[in-house]
């Protein structure tokens, strides 16, 4: 075209050579809508307000959790000034835990009781709050229980000292006893370096980083800092629980009452053998010397297979129970695409138009595909859980359900989009229904097919974790399980990596066939 071809159609059609005047504001008037609709989003959703609200020392507990775990020694405070330090019951140091980061200094007092009181020995010993005459002996172990000694003996036998006698069978009350009890006079609780905790019946001093704060306790009634709290301890209300951090180190929790330390460690605990177990504090080394050269721990089984049985019967970690849910998972998400496949196959042929030649068919078949897929997986299992009762079977049930629908939606879609060319030449040649299909449309779809169903059955083995926290069956259940008590996040990290192994297996299964399926169409 010429400058003079071109001059003449300008005249003619001016308003076609013009350039758009709103084209030149485009890329302003996206900025300004992408800003705006931010603006509005931010408003709507309140993030100002829930960032503001955000404490992130929750969720770095919550992370510190999945990669540790906790001890949790509890130093009971009673009102006559006695303390005792209690562990719990299934507490992960062992049955009887001697901590080296706890420096217990020990003595006994005498209690008096009976007569309607139940009062100490009168005066105190200074520092400490206990009765002057109630300490002997200095450093007993961790874990001595107090012995209480009977009133009376019997025909003459097991008179205690202390006993009082007289006037109390004259006036009807009680004779008043004393009892010996051991106690803990003072103890020292370490958090490596990050700090450490003195701990007596009156008062507790916490030092970290340089600082200290010294704490007063008057024993059910208050607890009252002698100085301003620093940064890392708290105190909500006024003489009520002040709480110490000293970060992934753990935290101690000084009430009227107790002093509670949570010491925090690296690692899973008793990831092997729990504390039940004949290995459990046993080194690598002395494990395999006690499994090949060692005494038979049970007479009526090898070292070998006791330790097997230790772990697989975990009590902190149910290994095997674990490994059984999550092939009950896995097999959930087989058998529910699998038969979802098979299902939609058919049912595809009758949704595509250029297939089957009757609109009532392809309606109701791609409507009871609409119906099956826009019910979501989970509430399919709430649905199928209450039907069959909690297991695997309503998770296979809910899978099937809907990826019925959507594969069945995807395959007739793939079915509409065919090269008629390839089926009207198989039809040319005087072929049957059944063999126009099977050589005219089957070899362009068959590879499709499948690489949805093994996608499908990938992303099911995601699902099925989802689902079985509703009590579908798998390890999502026992995922919920551990996430319900909000204590054993490292259980969860556990059965998360699991799954995330798993998912990846499956991924690079499932990639690698559907390439290979590809290749060959």
């Known amino acids: 075209m010429t400058a003079i071809d071109y001059d003449a159609i300008s005249e003619r059609h001016e308003e076609l050579l013009q350039a758009n005047k709103w084209k030149r504001f485009a890329p302003l008037i996206m900025l300004v809508a992408i800003v705006f609709y931010s603006v509005y989003c931010w408003w709507f959703f309140a993030v100002g307000e829930t960032l503001r609200r955000v404490d992130l020392s929750i969720a770095e507990n919550y ?99 202390g006993t009082t006698s007289g006037g109390g069978s004259e006036t009807g009350e009680e004779a008043p006893t004393t009892e010996t009890v051991n106690v803990v006079r003072s103890a020292q609780v370490s958090f490596g370096n990050a700090g450490e905790i003195d ?22 009634r208050s607890v009252r800092p002698q100085s301003p709290l620093p940064d890392w301890a708290a105190q909500k209300y006024e003489d009520g ?18 002093v509670k330390i949570r010491r925090r460690f690296f690692g899973w605990e008793n990831f092997l053998f729990d504390i039940n177990s004949p290995y459990f504090g046993m080194s690598t080394g002395e494990v395999l010397n006690t499994i090949v050269r060692g005494e038979r721990l049970d007479p009526s089984r090898s070292n070998l297979s006791l330790a097997w049985n230790n772990i697989l019967y975990n009590a902190s970690w149910q290994h095997l129970d674990v490994w059984i849910k999550l092939l009950q998972t896995i097999v959930m ?32 078949t791609k409507r009871f595909f609409d ?8 509430i399919w299992a709430l ?40 089926r009207e030449g198989v039809r040319s040649v005087g072929a049957t229904p059944t063999l126009v299909q099977r050589f005219g449309v089957l070899p362009q779809v068959l590879p499709v097919f499948a690489s949805h ?10 699902s099925a974790t989802i689902i079985g926290a509703v009590g579908a069956g798998g390890i999502g259940l026992k995922l919920w399980e551990a996430m319900r008590t909000n204590q054993d996040w490292e259980n969860v990290a556990y059965m998360v990596l699991l799954i995330l192994i798993t998912v990846y297996v499956f991924d690079r299964i499932s990639t690698a066939l559907r390439v290979r399926l590809m290749r060959q169409n």
């Open 63 to 161: 992370l510190a959790d999945w990669i540790s775990y906790e001890a949790r020694p509890d130093f009971d405070i009673e009102t006559d000034g006695a303390m005792q330090i209690v562990f719990p019951r299934f507490s992960p140091l062992g049955k009887d835990p001697k901590p080296d980061w706890i420096v217990i200094e020990r003595g006994t007092m005498e209690r008096e009781i009976g007569g309607g009181s139940q009062n100490s020995s009168a005066g105190s010993s200074a520092g400490s709050g206990l009765p002057a005459t109630g300490f002997t002996g200095e450093g007993d172990q961790i874990g001595t229980t107090s012995q209480k000694r009977p009133a009376t003996g019997f025909m003459g036998e097991g008179a205690q000292l």
């Open 453 to 462: 169903a093994l996608y499908f059955w990938e992303s099911n083995t995601r």
């Open 333 to 364: 998400a087989f058998v529910g695409t699998l038969f979802a496949s098979i299902v939609a196959f058919p049912l595809a042929f009758l949704a595509a138009r250029n297939i089957t030649r009757n609109r009532f068919a392809n309606h109701l």
């Open 241 to 258: 629980k002040v709480t110490v951090r000293f970060g992934f180190d753990g935290r101690a929790e000084i009430e009227d009452d107790a």
């Open 199 to 220: 701990v007596t019946p009156k008062r507790v001093t916490v030092k970290r980083g340089g600082e200290s704060v010294v704490l007063v306790i008057d024993v059910d």
């Open 371 to 378: 119906f099956q897929r826009s019910v979501d997986m989970f």
């Open 383 to 422: 649905f199928f859980t209450r039907a069959f009762g909690p297991g695997p079977l309503a998770g296979i049930s809910a899978i099937f359900f809907t990826d019925t629908g959507t594969l069945g939606k995807l395959y007739s879609e793939s079915l509409e989009n065919i090269d008629g060319r390839q």
